[in-house]
């Protein structure tokens, strides 16, 4: 099961896993905290929360950038998960709407400053043939922590703290675990330094990777804040009581189908498996807007947890079989730039159209995008040669 699965795709998902779990324990209790304790209202959150996630997709982007110009990744792999690791916590102290945003400001450089470089040493770890599995493999530790850092605040909560700000503090141990794991237990991959230079627009990059790029923006303008889904399930008989198990039951299943999912992406094909996984997003959008009940919902949540499980690993694995060794740490800056930057007014125009249509144009409209770009990746020129070339995987 795990052949294939070098030492640091290993320790990087057991990092992921404790991240999640600490961003999780916080996460969850972030709108009441905002709203409830300090008294701001929901477009406060909003903003933070925006300026937040365009943070990140900036910093990913330049930090993409910087790791192709340098030999090795883990340190600012280090960098970025120490930074939000220490900055995370620091919401216990907050006691303003400002003094949330620069905490979680502070936690989303770091995770702009990490997400790129890791991706690269991902790809640099491991054998091309193997690469759908390691993702695959990856996000499947990830969203473990994304089903236990809620689990874990609840039961905290529940019986042995009444304050959100014990809990909040409490998070700071499994960030500092997973910190501790980079320092001892990953290993740096060494790569030729990228011959590209200058700013602008000569560190896009060029030919087949610009193309899957464009089309994955088209995707990604359709695919709004998963937010929406729970409102809808609000609107359909959902009771606030069941929404945390919802969304429980949803990252079980992103979970356990992200590593098969990308295992079949090495034998068959990844461009296949995309476009696939988006064929399931433009049918779960069109099952949203039809649904009619509560158990509709649960039905759909599950089949939408396919979706990430055939697209999350696999879309990274595919860029990184485009990209050049020394140029994949830019390759994956300009793709989480791209998912990022197009996330914001994905969001905006969904939401637009539910307030100013319906509910089920919103749906329609992100089904509809889908299916375009599915026929996009359909139509789209394969590199010329697609055979895997061989490598000898890190530790």
Same mark, same amino acid.
């Given at each position: 099961?795990?052949?294939?699965?070098?030492?640091?795709?290993?320790?990087?998902?057991?990092?992921?896993?404790?991240? %999640?779990?600490?961003?999780?324990?916080? #996460?969850?209790?972030?709108?009441?905290?905002?709203?409830?304790?300090?008294?701001?209202?929901?477009?406060?959150?909003?903003?933070?929360?925006?300026?937040?996630?365009?943070?990140?997709?900036?910093?990913?982007?330049?930090?993409?950038?910087?790791?192709?110009?340098?030999?090795?990744?883990?340190?600012? !792999?280090?960098?970025? #998960?120490?930074?939000?690791?220490?900055?995370?916590?620091?919401?216990?102290?907050?006691?303003?709407?400002?003094?949330?945003? !620069?905490?979680?400001?502070?936690?989303?450089?770091?995770?702009?400053?990490?997400?790129?470089?890791?991706?690269?040493?991902?790809?640099?770890?491991?054998?091309?043939?193997?690469?759908?599995?390691?993702?695959?493999?990856?996000?499947?530790?990830?969203?473990?922590?994304?089903?236990?850092?809620?689990?874990?605040?609840?039961?905290?909560?529940?019986? $042995?703290?009444?304050?959100?700000?014990?809990?909040?503090?409490?998070?700071?141990?499994?960030?500092?675990?997973?910190?501790?794991?980079?320092?001892?237990?990953?290993?740096?991959?060494?790569?030729?330094?990228?011959?590209?230079?200058?700013?602008?627009?000569?560190?896009?990059?060029?030919?087949?990777?610009?193309?899957?790029?464009?089309?994955?923006?088209?995707?990604?303008?359709?695919?709004?804040?998963?937010? $929406?889904?729970?409102?809808?399930?609000?609107?359909?008989?959902?009771?606030?009581?069941?929404?945390?198990?919802?969304?429980?039951?949803?990252?079980? !299943?992103?979970?356990?189908?992200?590593?098969?999912?990308?295992?079949?992406?090495?034998?068959?094909?990844?461009?296949?498996?995309?476009?696939?996984?988006?064929?399931?997003?433009?049918?779960?959008?069109?099952?949203?807007?039809?649904?009619?009940?509560?158990?509709?919902?649960?039905?759909?949540?599950?089949?939408?947890?396919?979706?990430?499980?055939?697209?999350?690993?696999?879309?990274?694995? #595919?860029?990184? %079989?485009?990209?050049?060794?020394?140029?994949?740490?830019?390759? $994956?800056?300009? #793709?989480?730039?791209?998912?990022?930057?197009?996330?914001?007014?994905?969001?905006?125009?969904?939401?637009?159209?539910?307030?100013?249509?319906?509910?089920?144009?919103?749906?329609?409209?992100?089904?509809?995008?889908?299916?375009?770009?599915?026929? $996009?990746?359909?139509?789209?020129?394969?590199?010329?040669?697609?055979?895997?070339?061989?490598?000898?995987?890190?530790?």
């Amino acid at each position: 099961m795990f052949s294939g699965i070098s030492g640091n795709v290993l320790i990087l998902g057991l990092v992921s896993l404790l991240t %999640d779990v600490s961003s999780e324990m916080i #996460y969850p209790l972030l709108p009441l905290f905002v709203t409830g304790v300090l008294g701001a209202g929901p477009y406060v959150l909003g903003g933070i929360e925006g300026i937040a996630e365009s943070t990140a997709a900036l910093v990913k982007l330049a930090s993409g950038i910087a790791c192709d110009r340098i030999r090795g990744r883990k340190a600012l !792999v280090l960098a970025g #998960y120490s930074l939000s690791s220490l900055a995370r916590p620091l919401m216990a102290l907050a006691s303003s709407p400002l003094a949330v945003l !620069v905490v979680r400001f502070s936690d989303r450089i770091g995770k702009g400053v990490r997400t790129s470089p890791r991706d690269a040493l991902i790809a640099d770890s491991t054998d091309l043939a193997q690469r759908g599995k390691a993702f695959g493999f990856h996000r499947s530790l990830d969203h473990m922590g994304a089903i236990i850092g809620p689990l874990v605040a609840a039961a905290l909560m529940a019986w $042995f703290v009444t304050d959100v700000r014990t809990v909040f503090w409490l998070a700071a141990f499994p960030g500092i675990l997973a910190v501790i794991l980079i320092i001892f237990k990953v290993r740096d991959r060494s790569h030729e330094a990228s011959r590209r230079t200058g700013t602008r627009l000569k560190m896009v990059p060029a030919g087949n990777i610009r193309g899957y790029l464009l089309i994955l923006l088209l995707f990604t303008l359709g695919n709004s804040s998963d937010a $929406f889904l729970l409102l809808r399930a609000g609107q359909l008989g959902v009771t606030p009581a069941r929404i945390p198990l919802l969304w429980t039951f949803f990252h079980v !299943v992103k979970m356990s189908s992200a590593m098969p999912f990308g295992t079949l992406s090495d034998r068959i094909g990844r461009r296949g498996v995309i476009i696939a996984g988006w064929a399931v997003y433009a049918l779960a959008y069109a099952g949203f807007a039809l649904a009619s009940s509560e158990v509709h919902i649960w039905l759909l949540f599950a089949w939408y947890g396919l979706f990430y499980g055939m697209t999350e690993g696999v879309e990274k694995a #595919y860029l990184s %079989d485009l990209a050049e060794p020394e140029e994949r740490g830019n390759a $994956f800056g300009w #793709y989480n730039f791209a998912v990022g930057i197009g996330a914001l007014p994905a969001s905006v125009l969904f939401g637009m159209i539910w307030q100013f249509a319906s509910p089920q144009a919103a749906f329609y409209f992100g089904a509809v995008l889908a299916c375009l770009a599915a026929l $996009f990746l359909l139509a789209w020129t394969r590199p010329a040669s697609s055979v895997p070339k061989t490598i000898t995987p890190g530790p």
